[in-house]
């Protein structure tokens, strides 16, 4: 789910439609670009990371998706 915190998601989503604007993709605002094409792949929204740090720590690095029973944004 996405995280109930509208600040937060807010400023992610802001991220990404400026990653996005500027280089033509949704990278992740909290990685930073290779610059390398292929390799920043992986890092375009949601990014090959985000599964394993949902089951990990509830939610992934940029907390913008989280898992429904972390919704409070408790550990």
Do not use: T
Not at 33 to 45: P, V
């Amino acid at each position: 789910m996405l995280n109930p915190d509208n600040d937060v998601l807010d400023r992610v989503i802001k991220g990404l439609a400026r990653n996005e604007q500027k280089f033509g993709h949704r990278y992740c605002p909290c990685r930073l670009r290779s610059r390398d094409e292929e390799k920043d792949k992986a890092i375009i929204c949601p990014c090959i990371y985000h599964q394993d740090e949902i089951v990990k720590d509830g939610h992934c690095h940029c907390m913008l998706y989280y898992r429904p029973d972390k919704k409070n944004g408790s550990n």
